[in-house]
């Protein structure tokens, strides 16, 4: 059963691709939206990031991420290990063309790196109905007052 959870997960994130990449700012919480390159088997993650930013100095200084993914009918939240990585090699493997758009200068730069996300757990909901479903779920509560169950949600070990 883990597995297929586990494989939900990566699917949702898949389907969605931007996700808002959460760190521990030195004000507090930031959050910034980034596109997933590569979701690995477990369901660790990779992005690119300009070197000198903040979001870079961020997981630096503390590793502790969140990165959040919402689509039309689902959303998924994964809580990790941020870590910055220069390797070349792994940066030509995930090169592609909308990466060279934001990086010009390519993947041996030392001005790009990738942040790796070793994923925690993630939590999810899925709801294929739509709003439709949405709708009919709170009705359903206001009219019976039993609880309302839109969807399929669960909190997955990674």
Same mark, same amino acid.
Not at 42 to 54: K, L, Q, R, V
Not at 79 to 108: C, H, I, Q
């Given at each position: ?18 996700? #808002?990449?959460? %760190?521990?700012?030195?004000? =507090?919480?930031? @959050? ?6 590569? !979701? /690995?088997? *477990? ?54 063309? #909308?990466?060279? %758009?934001?990086?010009?200068? =390519?993947?041996? @730069? ?6 790796? !996300? /070793?994923? *925690? ?38």
């Amino acid at each position: 059963m883990a597995n297929e959870e586990v494989h939900k997960v990566i699917e949702m994130i898949n389907d969605v691709r931007i996700g #808002m990449f959460t %760190t521990h700012g030195k004000d =507090g919480l930031l @959050s910034r939206p980034l596109t997933v390159m590569d !979701v /690995e088997e *477990d369901g660790d993650m990779w992005f690119f990031s300009p070197a000198d930013s903040e979001i870079v100095r961020e997981v630096k200084t503390h590793g502790e991420v969140n990165v959040a993914f919402a689509g039309n009918k689902k959303w998924v939240s994964v809580s990790g290990r941020g870590t910055v990585v220069y390797e070349v090699e792994k940066k030509r493997e995930l090169w592609n063309s #909308m990466v060279e %758009t934001f990086a010009p200068e =390519g993947p041996d @730069s030392l001005a790009t790196v990738l942040l790796h !996300v /070793e994923s *925690d757990s993630a939590e999810y909901w899925e709801n294929p109905g739509g709003a439709a479903t949405l709708v009919a779920s709170w009705i359903k509560q206001k009219v019976t007052g039993k609880g309302a169950a839109p969807g399929d949600s669960n909190t997955v070990e990674l």
